[in-house]
């Protein structure tokens, strides 16, 4: 089974900043099976990234994914009051698998 | 628009089964684009994927659950449903439904429930 590990567990940063988030997965994945996923508070997890770089439908330009691999990034380049929330990593593989997540605090 | 939503108890006793549907509207639950899952979210944690089930009802599980978990579908309904049998307190979370799609090639979850709250106690 494909474990993915995201760092760091907690990002702090002030708006305006850039977010740099991580996702490491055990053994190289296919990057086409590679999505993010935010989460606010209270709310379901929704779409970023899929692709491990393709934007959803509606997502700003200031999200962006990249990597291959086993090493995926997902970059808030210019973070806003809004994007305050836990970013998850996701694969699927033989075993659909989640990262711990990244929780991203604006200051 | 495609919406999700979650139904079912939310309490159930230790050692009980869990059953909960998720009903499906504004598009076929009969696509073969599609993989309708289960994912939980135990309070203050991640997500946990639980299982999937094709609209042929081929089903997928997560090996760790795939004793007490099964899955089905009621396309004359657009409801596709879940049971976790002999459950615990560790099996107490919030039960989303979601739609896997598969996109050539790419497979992401782009529609989500709003999640269920079950808790697990006597």
């Known amino acids: 089974e494909i474990v993915l590990t995201q760092s760091p567990g907690t990002l702090s940063l002030s708006p305006g900043e850039r977010a740099t988030l991580s996702c490491r997965a055990s053994q190289r994945v296919n990057s086409n099976y590679l999505a993010w996923y935010q989460q606010k508070p209270g709310q379901a997890p929704s779409l970023l990234i899929y692709g491990a770089s393709n934007r959803a439908t509606g997502i700003p330009d200031r999200f962006s994914g990249s990597g291959s691999g086993t090493d995926f990034t997902l970059t808030i380049s210019r973070l806003e009051p809004e994007d305050s929330a836990v970013y998850y990593c996701?694969?699927?593989?033989?075993?659909?698998?989640f990262g711990g997540g990244t929780k991203v605090e604006i200051k | 628009q495609v919406q999700l939503q979650e139904s079912g108890p939310g309490l159930v006793k230790p050692s009980q089964t869990l059953s909960l549907t998720c009903t499906v509207s504004?598009?076929?639950?009969?696509?073969?684009?599609?993989?309708w899952s289960w994912i939980r979210q135990h309070p203050g944690q991640g997500l946990e994927w639980i299982g999937y089930i094709y609209h042929t009802g081929s089903t997928f599980y997560k090996p760790s659950l795939k004793s007490r978990v099964t899955m089905s579908l009621d396309t004359s309904k657009t409801q596709f449903s879940l049971t976790l049998s002999s459950v615990t307190a560790a099996d107490t979370a919030l039960y989303y439904c979601?739609?896997?799609?598969?996109?050539?090639?790419?497979?992401?979850?782009?529609?989500w429930g709003q999640g269920i709250l079950v808790t697990v106690s006597s």
């Open positions: 504004g598009d076929s639950i009969s696509s073969h684009f599609y993989y």
């Open positions: 979601a739609r896997l799609t598969y996109s050539s090639p790419y497979y992401y979850f782009d529609f």
């Open positions: 996701q694969h699927y593989g033989s075993s659909l698998t």
